[in-house]
Structure formats: C-alpha cells, structure tokens
C-alpha cells in the first residue's frame, strides 16, 4: 500500500530527480489547461514507480505548489484531485 513518508526519500535519489521535475512540469501545465488534475492522469502515459510518482505529487503538495481537495469519503489514489494554490497566468 502506497505510504508517502515511505516513498518520500527515493525523492532525493538521483534518478528521480528528473521524475520529480517530469511530473511538476506536467502537472502544472494540466492545471493551466483545466484548473484541477486527478492522480490518474498526471501518472497516466508516464514511465516509472507509481508509488514514486505519487510521491512527487505529495511532494509538491508538502511544499505548498499544490493543494489537495478533501473528498467526503475516503477514495482511491488515483481519484484524488489537486489544485493550485495560486492562480497564474
């Protein structure tokens, strides 16, 4: 089961650095577009850990690039949906 303070460190390795900057380019470039993003499509067509994508998306949440939307009852991963804390132009 996917547990990002578990995932957290692979972050910092340097193989998924270049995953991390993958995922943030794309997910604010789908922000842009739609104004919120579900997990599933940012990791959809992407190579790579899953978990390890997850992560990098938990990542920009924890350092406030994102915000996630609370849902009423408890969802899947991939259902979960993100926002931007600010808008840009």
């Not at 577009?33 to 579900?38: D, K, L, M, S, T």
């Not at 067509?45 to 992560?55: K, Y």
Request: include cysteine.
């Amino acid at each position: 089961m996917y547990d990002y303070k578990t995932q957290k460190p692979n972050l910092f390795k340097e193989e998924n650095q270049e995953l991390f900057l993958k995922i943030r380019d794309k997910v604010k470039a789908m922000l842009k577009f739609a104004g919120a993003v579900r997990m599933g499509e940012i990791l959809h067509n992407n190579t790579g850990s899953s978990w390890d994508m997850m992560a990098c998306v938990d990542r920009m949440v924890e350092i406030q690039e994102l915000r996630e939307l609370r849902q009423e009852r408890e969802c899947a991963g991939q259902e979960r949906v993100f926002v931007a804390l600010t808008l840009e132009p």
